[in-house]
């Protein structure tokens, strides 16, 4: 995957594909709410696994009933596809 940082149209046109992500100062950004703090743990570390297979870690904070994800490539000093098809991914194991 390409490690090259996107434009503002690239960007634009890649966060289309993303549901409730938001592309902000250099970082894709969402929140993910649940029932407790058990449920939040549990997603952190599913995360946690996706992450480290793909060598591309998020920030993330997270408490009882939330955690928020925010996802940049910190070498190209912004978004690149990575931090796009992180993104995605994390997504489809949200629902």
């Known amino acids: 995957m390409k490690r090259k940082k996107l434009n503002v149209e ?3 046109k890649a ?3 993303l549901d409730g992500w938001k592309a ?3 970082n894709l950004k969402k929140r993910y ?3 407790n703090f058990a449920e939040s743990l549990a ?3 599913r995360v946690g696994a996706i992450a480290e297979r793909r060598d ?3 920030d993330i904070c997270f408490g009882w009933g939330y955690a928020e994800f925010s996802i940049t490539t910190h070498d190209r000093g912004g ?3 990575n931090d796009f ?4 991914e994390i997504g489809g194991i949200s629902g």
């Open 10 to 12: 690239e960007i634009e």
């Open 85 to 88: 098809a992180l993104a995605k």
């Open 56 to 58: 591309h870690h998020p």
């Open 33 to 35: 709410e649940f029932k």
């Open 24 to 26: 902000e100062n250099e």
């Open 79 to 81: 978004l690149t596809e």
């Open 15 to 17: 966060s289309a594909d």
């Open 43 to 45: 997603f952190v570390n």
